[in-house]
Antibody, heavy 118, light 108 residues
Framework: EVQLVESGGGLVQPGGSLRLSCAASGFTVSSNYMSWVRQAPGKGLEWVSV???????YYPDSVKGRFTISRDNSKNTLYLQMNSLRAEDTAVYYC????????????WGQGTLVTVSS | SYVLTQPPSVSVAPGQTARITCGGN??????VHWYQQKPGQAPVLVVY???DRPSGIPERFSGSNSGNTATLTISRVEAGDEADYYC???????????FGTGTKVTVL
């Protein structure tokens, strides 16, 4: 059974850093492309990052240069390093497994809440 | 960047048909996917590649895509279908993934 379990969320001050983790089971993270998607309170879904099987990564302009997606194949875990956090980064962060080539997400974690506030 | 536009809300009576649109420039040339999200829960894929259904999704959920509009159709709507629905696609020109603005479906 495919499972994704996020952790690492919490309260952080503006300008601070946080690293989110997404532990996967039932499949191999390095054999799939994986993404982070966030949802601000009362708002819609926003794609945050993707990492492909070859290791290349992409980001929207809203987080480019501040967020870094990575994975640890030995732990079958996906990460999101978030630096220079802003109030507008406050959201529930989901990890999701992507399906190539058409780009849909077939499995999602339950999400972890990140709150950026002083 | 590519934009996907959805109506904020759709209301439908039980047993009737709900249609949710997703507008984008020449979206008919791309693969569109749809997610259902209930309060406090993660999104669930209900239609992928315009019109395919994952296992476990009722046949009442169907999709189409042509021209500048993709559509998710929910037939014989039930109270349990009340949720937010999002369309999504992959923009190959930028290697970015785009979500629609979301539609809240209310069952009257």
């Amino acid at each position: 059974e495919v499972q994704l379990v996020e952790s690492g969320g919490g309260l952080v001050q503006p300008g601070g850093s946080l690293r989110l983790s997404c532990a996967a089971s039932g499949f191999t993270v390095s054999s799939n492309y994986m993404s982070w998607v966030r949802q601000a309170p009362g708002k819609g879904l926003e794609w945050v990052s993707v990492i492909y099987t070859g290791g290349s990564a992409y980001y929207p302009d809203s987080v480019k240069g501040r967020f870094t997606i990575s994975r640890d194949n030995s732990k079958n875990t996906l990460y999101l390093q978030m630096n220079s956090l802003r109030a507008e980064d406050t959201a529930v962060y989901y990890c999701a497994r992507g399906s190539y080539p058409s780009g849909y997400y077939d499995y999602w974690g339950q999400g972890t809440l990140v709150t950026v506030s002083s | 960047s590519y934009v996907l536009t959805q109506p904020p809300s759709v209301s439908v009576a039980p047993g009737q048909t709900a249609r949710i649109t997703c507008g984008g420039n020449n979206i008919g040339s791309k693969s569109v996917h749809w997610y259902q999200q209930k309060p406090g829960q993660a999104p669930v894929l209900v239609v992928y590649d315009d019109s395919d259904r994952p296992s476990g999704i009722p046949e009442r959920f169907s999709g189409s895509n042509s021209g500048n509009t993709a559509t998710l159709t929910i037939s014989r709507v039930e109270a349990g279908d009340e949720a937010d629905y999002y369309c999504q696609m992959w923009d190959s020109s930028s290697d970015h993934y785009v979500f629609g603005t979301g539609t809240k479906v209310t069952v009257l």
